[in-house]
């Protein structure tokens, strides 16, 4: 009986991908204080992981830049 389990198991894991992409990936700005303190990714309604807002990706997702001039020209 528990190889059954272990085989469902296996099954359901090697399908969780497989409906991954038809659910919709999106971002949530979690605030405190007036600040982001964290960027949550989420797939439906499920928490994939955490982005640290002053990261690499954090800056991009939240439209920052490292460069004035970049941003400046942005701008205009």
Known sequence: MS???NTETTDVQKGAPAE?????????AVE???KITAIWEMR???HVRTI???SH???H????????ENAQSAQA
């Open 61 to 68: 997702l939240l439209g920052h830049t490292d460069n004035q």
């Open 44 to 46: 439906g309604r499920k």
């Open 32 to 34: 405190k204080d007036g």
């Open 3 to 5: 190889e059954n389990t």
């Open 20 to 28: 991954s992409p038809q659910e919709e990936v999106s971002y949530h």
């Open 57 to 59: 990706e954090g800056r």
């Open 52 to 54: 640290d807002p002053r």
